[in-house]
């Protein structure tokens, strides 16, 4: 009798599985856009740290060591990453005659793209000014792209006295194709 009641319950019925089977189901349905979400915004956020670390980087150097200081992307491409160099030729690109100071590489965000003269390069004077190649002052912003459209990205923004300035914002999508 006890052996018959035993097996009578010891398992699940159908009915109860697939009830299960859906309370599970919902509950990730629910939990994995949200975490996705929040994955990309941790990247985001390493991204922007990371990018603003260097920018700083080369602002002080250009201080310290009282001369120009350059940060370019490796390959013309911020999203393999960049170096901050002394640039003797003045053409913004490292050479072979130029001083490499750092190299960083890209964290892994969907997309960087930097407007204006930023897309190519970021130079810092001996006053800790951002500046064009022939002298002008330089401004810009560099755009950190969500993976998913229409989420918040992050901006790296540079005045015309080369302070830094962060926010998280929608980014336009003409910004972020590759």
Not at 164 to 173: H, K
């Amino acid at each position: 009798m006890l052996k018959e009641r035993a097996m009578k319950n010891g398992g699940f019925t159908l009915v109860e599985m697939l009830t299960a089977l859906a309370v599970i189901t919902l509950i990730l349905s629910i939990g994995l856009p949200s975490f996705g979400k929040l994955v990309d915004s941790h990247r985001l956020d390493v991204g922007k740290e990371q990018l603003a670390r260097s920018i700083q980087q080369t602002r002080e150097e250009a201080l310290r060591r009282n001369q120009a200081v350059t940060m370019a992307p490796l390959n013309g491409d911020w999203n393999e990453g960049w170096r901050i160099f002394i640039d003797h030729n003045r053409n913004a690109a490292f050479d072979a005659e130029d001083e490499l100071l750092a190299e960083d590489f890209a964290a892994r965000v969907s997309h960087i793209h930097g407007s204006g003269a930023l897309a190519k390069y970021l130079r810092y004077n001996a006053m800790g000014e951002s500046e064009l190649l022939h002298g002008g002052f330089l401004a810009g912003t560099l755009y950190l792209c969500p993976a998913q459209q229409g989420g918040d990205g992050r901006r790296l923004i540079i005045n015309r006295v080369g302070r830094l300035r962060m926010d998280a914002s929608e980014i336009p999508a003409s910004y972020c194709l590759p």
